[in-house]
Each structure stands twice: as structure tokens, then as C-alpha cells.
């Protein structure tokens, strides 16, 4: 037998599971993180109020990457704080 | 071919696999299976071959020089020489290797957007200096290749490190919309015995007996032009080339184009007593559009303050500073030169080679 080393090498960061979703969103406080790309808060934006509207949850917070932020940067660490405190739950991640 | 690779189960990271027999198509197919590999015939990265990688560095081989996004896989010496094993790099060039892929983990860079991102970017790895002959690569005709194993396995090494490190993989932490052959391998050398200046590095401030850059961006645009003896009439043609909405440094003002002028085309330039930095000036100056043009084509444009403020009429530069054109010599007899878009939100890194 012959040994060979695997190729990826071990891992710098533990993987970060998402948040499990929550079964009622009523009562509940909804963010929207405009993750840069074009149109991206206008379609979050109104789903986010028409989930709202539908399930008596509250839009509550509306916001872009922070400053410098766009489509290809990582959002800033104070928004990340801001949308924990404020929201509890966020939509995100509009594509092309 | 009998089967010859028995699969352990449940491998961790960084873990060795037992192999029967060296067999290219086994070792395919145990790769294909747990989601590694290029997709093309891989050397097995055996200790004894590792090994033999590794005395070509200096310094721990187990140092962590890096974590790569978005896997955010450790980057060691030891993980690059499997990779450069696997690619089928030559010993000699693994120096080149590991400086690539330090140069792409810097901050500047923004691997993580590079590798995620929808576009097909991928590295450009420019190699200059001594280690171009020491190593064998192509600086000359076909230099963007193919058919010269050091540029062919340099290049690869790298895609397969960011494959299996970065966890750049299609699908998974690649989002890449078409992908791309650049995304294979893509390095090329720079031509110093035909360049008529400097050596680039050297035109960076990198005095370093050999040297790697690296720029993330699109594969090479071909500007062909065979009848000009004057400067201005061969880089009219690469402006205008450069001069289209569809690239991302139209909406990206940041973004940088490396010039890879044939020796030839760089000989008329030169003769004619202009410096690099007037080949750069020459296309900052000429490569425009009416600003106007750019705003009806994006609704955000990622521009210099400066660039909001002039009217529609006014001509604006594809990029915000001649410094972003970035030029090099590569290539063989012929007259066609190529430029290379960036992705945009990335900045190009020369470092000197190192273990």
C-alpha cells in the first residue's frame, strides 16, 4: 500500500452553521442587509413588508454593508452588531 | 485498471489516504468522489514526492502562512506541495508556488470576493527574474501557453490550492456564472531579455533576484496590430479594446489592467523614447467614454469621488489612474499584445520569491 496525502489541508476557522429558522415569524422584528447588489434593497425591501403584512411580524431595520461597503466586500462588523440587537431575523444575499 | 485505491471512509482535513497502486485513473476517480481535483488526469502526492517538494522551501512545513476564504483552509507548506504534486510542478518552481499563493492571501487581494464572486475572475501569476530560466518556464513565443510544464503546472498548483484549501469549487465557494479556462491554470513569465525597461517588479519597487505578481482578473484580450511603426497608433487599438462597458472596470474605478505588450509592439514603443509609465498615461488618456455613457449603462458605479462630478459629455478614463495600468513584456515574435481586466474590487500583489 501506498500513502498519499489528502489535498485541503486542515481548517483555520470552525464552519458556522446557520440559525435554525423560526416557525412563527408574528411579533417577530425583520431586517433587511442590502448585500450591494442592484436592486437588491428594493426586492428585499418588499418582501420583507410583505411578510410583515402577512404574518405580523414588524420591518424593523433596513440597512446597506456600512461605509466602503459593496457587493464584493464583507459587511462591517458595527451593522453585523446593529442587526443582532435590533432584528431577529434578517433577509440577504440578493444575486445578480 | 483494477480499483486500486481503497477509500478510508470519513477522511479529516489534512489527513493521508492509502493508495494499492499509483494509478493515475484510481487516484482520479478517489479525488472525483470527495470533491477534489480539476478534473484532469492528477500526480498522487505520495510522501517521498511531498517531500522532495518541501526541500525546495524553507522553514517549517507545517507553519499556517495563511488561511484561505471562503473555506478559510490553512495554508502550510506541506498542503501546497500536495497541491503541487498533484498539479505536477517540477521541484524547482514550488518557491513560485507558495509566493503565489501568499501573495493572494493578502488583505488587498480580497481573496474571498475573488474566489465567491459570480465573475469568471481568476489569478494572472506573472514570474520574473532568475528563477524563469532557472525554472523553465516560457517567457516567449506562446508564453500564455500552452505546452511549458512550468507554466502549465505553476498555474495549476495554484487553482488546485485554491480548489482544495480555499474551497473555491464550483458550486460550493466558487459562484462563478460560466467559470472559465483561466480558471485551470494561468501563468504566464515575463520576457526580460526583449524588454526594452525595467523588469516589472523592479518597476514596483521589488529589487528581488526573482519575483512573483499576481492579479485577479479576466482571461487576456488580444489587441493585434501589425502595420504600425509609431506608439500611439498600435496602443490606439488596445484602447479602444479596453474601451467597452461589459468589463467590470467600467463601473469599478479602482480596478487595475495588466498590459502584456509583445516584444515587437514594446520595441516600437521604446524606440520612439517612451517610458512604461507613457504606455500607461498613453491608454489612461485614450481609453474613455463619455461619462454620460457610464451612467446610463450602471445604476452603481464604484468610482473615484472626482469622477461623479464631471458632466455626461466629458470623456472619463477606464480606470481612475494611469498607476492602474500596469505594464509587462511576454511573448515571441508576432505583433500581438494582450491586456487583462481586473475583476475590480482587488489589487494586484508582487512579492519576491520566497520558501
Known amino acids: ?96 | 485498471m483494477s480499483g486500486s485505491i481503497v477509500p478510508t471512509g470519513s477522511v479529516p482535513a489534512g489527513a493521508v489516504l492509502e493508495v494499492a497502486e499509483d494509478d493515475p485513473e484510481a487516484l482520479m476517480q478517489l479525488y472525483a468522489a470527495r470533491g477534489w481535483g480539476d478534473g484532469l488526469p492528477l500526480v498522487a502526492p505520495t510522501a517521498a514526492r511531498v517531500d522532495a517538494m518541501l526541500a525546495e522551501a524553507t522553514g517549517d512545513p507545517d507553519e499556517v502562512l495563511a488561511v484561505l476564504p471562503p473555506r478559510f483552509g490553512e495554508l502550510t507548506r506541506r498542503i501546497v506541495a500536495v497541491n503541487a504534486v498533484l498539479a505536477g510542478c517540477p521541484t524547482v518552481v514550488f518557491p513560485v508556488v507558495l509566493t503565489a499563493l501568499r501573495a493572494l492571501a493578502r488583505e488587498e487581494v480580497n481573496l474571498r470576493g475573488v474566489n465567491a464572486t459570480t465573475h469568471p475572475v481568476a489569478p494572472l501569476v506573472i514570474v520574473s527574474g532568475d528563477i524563469v530560466e532557472r525554472g523553465g518556464f516560457n517567457a516567449g513565443l506562446g508564453a500564455f501557453g500552452p505546452g511549458n510544464r512550468a507554466n502549465a503546472t505553476v498555474g495549476r498548483a495554484v487553482r488546485l490550492a485554491l480548489l482544495h484549501v480555499a474551497g473555491a469549487r464550483p458550486g460550493q465557494g466558487d459562484a462563478s456564472t460560466q467559470g472559465g479556462p483561466a480558471k485551470y491554470a494561468y501563468c504566464v513569465a515575463e520576457n526580460l531579455a526583449e524588454c526594452p525597461w525595467e523588469s516589472y517588479p523592479k518597476s514596483r519597487g521589488i529589487d528581488a533576484a526573482s519575483a512573483v505578481t499576481v492579479h485577479c482578473g479576466e482571461p487576456p484580450h488580444n489587441s493585434h496590430d501589425m502595420e504600425s511603426d509609431a506608439p500611439g497608433r498600435i496602443l490606439d487599438k488596445m484602447a479602444s479594446a479596453m474601451a467597452t462597458l461589459g468589463q467590470n472596470n467600467a463601473p469599478i474605478s479602482q480596478g487595475e489592467y495588466f498590459v502584456a505588450l509583445c516584444p515587437e509592439h514594446a520595441s516600437t514603443i521604446a524606440s520612439a523614447g517612451w517610458a512604461r509609465s507613457d504606455v500607461a498615461s498613453y491608454l489612461h488618456e485614450r481609453a474613455r467614454l463619455r461619462a454620460g455613457t457610464f451612467r446610463g449603462a450602471f445604476g452603481q458605479l464604484a468610482w473615484a469621488p472626482w469622477m461623479h462630478a464631471v458632466p455626461d459629455d466629458h470623456l472619463l478614463p477606464m480606470t481612475a489612474h494611469p498607476d492602474n495600468i500596469r505594464v509587462f513584456v511576454c511573448g515571441g515574435a508576432g505583433k500581438h499584445s494582450s491586456f487583462v481586466p481586473s475583476w475590480g474590487m482587488t489589487k494586484s500583489v508582487t512579492s519576491p520569491v520566497e520558501g
Open chain 1, 1 to 96: 500500500m501506498t500513502k498519499i496525502y489528502a489535498p485541503d489541508g486542515a481548517l483555520g476557522r470552525p464552519p458556522v452553521a446557520l440559525a435554525a429558522s423560526p416557525p412563527v415569524l408574528g411579533g417577530l422584528r425583520i431586517g433587511v442587509l442590502d448585500n450591494g447588489k442592484p436592486n437588491a434593497r428594493l426586492l428585499m425591501a418588499r418582501v420583507g413588508e410583505q411578510l410583515a403584512a402577512r404574518t405580523g411580524a414588524t420591518l424593523a431595520l433596513v440597512t446597506d454593508k456600512g461605509p466602503g461597503g459593496n457587493a464584493a466586500t464583507p459587511c462591517t462588523p458595527a451593522v453585523i452588531e446593529r442587526l443582532a440587537k435590533e432584528v431577529d431575523l434578517v433577509l440577504t444575499g440578493s444575486a445578480d
